[in-house]
């Protein structure tokens, strides 16, 4: 063979190559397009297509009042975005991320794959012990366990690590790994009938469904990815927070104590004035009363206070606990309610101002605000503030379009099919 045939044989080989890779780049790319291009865009009709699915009664599947319609539009425009975004940095391609998608996809699947059984039959569907059993016949599966439950574990450790939180999901046994192995096993049984059922799987709220749960996986990767740099409160924030924001000095929650227990001392019923300043919510409501407490499980400088007094007297003093400032009158020593030798029990009412504040940024209605200190309130509040320009500079550079409303004969000005609603927890896994 002459030099010039090689060379040409080589020069022919390099541009094959090429072609090939070029053409797998392009395939990939092209992949992602018409993938994203599903994410980017619900029609109305779909988003009840795919709230239909999850209700149990499809005339209860869309929501009653616009507002709630907004706010889930809003929810869902976030989550396609950070999807988008997601995808666009090739965390598809990353080996916890497939699975990640890989094990929910099987769950969803063999839910709705036992839905179907369970309407087809008439009666709620079971998978038999003996398939569930035999499940476990296959090494394969066994090591396919390991490896997702393994996964899960690490992603929600990864999650804590994220938030700065010192937690560590523990190693699954006893009867929590029953539990868990029996659940996969009948996930794959169901999961492996949806797939080889052709029919089911070419539905299209199949399609959405698992389009939607892809990018909820992806949205919370990505806040997770970009959370230290793009979200995290910074000491230094957190420090000019506070300053900005001297209501959350815990000073002033002491100072509101010596101002209760001045009042407390001079005569003024002590049960409205737990009734107006305690936060303790669990006797603020009958004027900060604890009957007959057995020693040792309450605050222990609040029973050592209250047993140093007589009946009917005003502690004169704040008592301080890791919980914060206590105002404390005794109203009975019961010794005959303890075994001789033991201290009395006590009846007490008392005035709590915690060395925590309401965090009224986080409010949910029906359920009352959580205590957090200073510090936690300011991270919060920081943390919501960067949340939200983040998001909206990923949304700017992944638009995504969604109607302005989903409701059932929507025409632009009116709203109809006013049912009650509820929305499955696979759509708000990042704004919640």
Aim: no cysteine; glycine share 6%.
């Amino acid at each position: 063979m002459s030099k010039r045939t090689l060379l040409l044989g080589v020069a022919i080989l390099v541009i094959a190559v090429s072609a090939v890779a070029i053409w797998r780049i392009q395939a990939i790319r092209a992949n992602q397009a018409i993938e994203g291009e599903i994410l980017r865009e619900l029609s109305g009709e779909a988003i009840r297509l795919i709230l239909a699915s999850q209700a149990d009664n499809e005339q209860e599947s869309v929501p009653v009042d616009s507002e709630t319609r907004m706010r889930f539009l809003g929810g869902m425009r976030e989550y396609m975005a950070l999807a988008a975004a997601a995808r666009a940095e090739g965390m598809t391609s990353e080996p916890a991320f497939r699975v990640n998608f890989s094990y929910k996809k099987n769950i969803l699947l063999g839910d709705l794959y036992q839905r179907k059984l369970t309407k087809e039959s008439g009666t709620h569907y079971v998978v038999s012990t003996e398939l569930l059993d035999g499940v476990w016949k296959d090494p394969v599966n066994e090591k396919q366990f390991e490896i997702d439950i393994r996964t899960m574990q690490e992603i929600q450790n990864a999650v804590a690590r994220e938030r700065g939180e010192n937690y560590t999901v523990s190693k699954l046994q006893g009867a929590s790994l029953v539990k868990a192995k029996e659940n996969w096993a009948r996930t794959k049984i169901l999961s492996d009938l949806a797939k080889a059922d052709g029919d089911f799987m070419a539905q299209r709220v199949v399609d959405l469904r698992l389009k939607v749960l892809e990018a909820g996986i992806l949205s919370a990767d990505y806040l997770r990815k970009h959370w230290a740099t793009k979200v995290r409160a910074t000491e230094t924030e957190v420090a000019d927070y506070l300053r900005a924001n001297p209501q959350f000095d815990v000073g002033r929650k002491r100072a509101l104590a010596e101002q209760v227990l001045k009042e407390a001392l001079n005569g003024a019923d002590f049960s409205e004035l737990a009734k107006k300043y305690s936060e303790d919510r669990t006797t603020k409501a009958n004027g900060g009363l604890y009957e007959n407490v057995e020693p040792g499980s309450n605050w222990e400088e609040v029973e050592k206070a209250a047993s140093e007094v007589s009946p009917g007297t005003v502690v004169g003093r704040i008592i301080e606990s890791t919980t914060g400032f206590h105002i404390i009158k005794l109203v009975s020593k019961n010794s005959t309610a303890a075994a001789s030798g033991s201290p009395p029990r006590l009846t007490f009412r008392h005035v709590l101002l915690q060395k925590k504040f309401e965090d009224t940024q986080n409010v949910v209605p029906g359920v009352p605000p959580p205590f957090l200190s200073p510090e936690e309130i300011a991270i919060s509040a920081i943390e919501a503030r960067k949340r939200k320009q983040f998001i909206e500079e990923v949304i700017a550079a992944n638009p995504i379009v969604l109607p302005d409303d989903f409701a059932v004969g929507y025409d632009g000005s009116r709203h109809v099919n006013e049912q009650k609603f509820r929305i499955g927890s696979v759509f708000f896994p990042v704004t919640s």
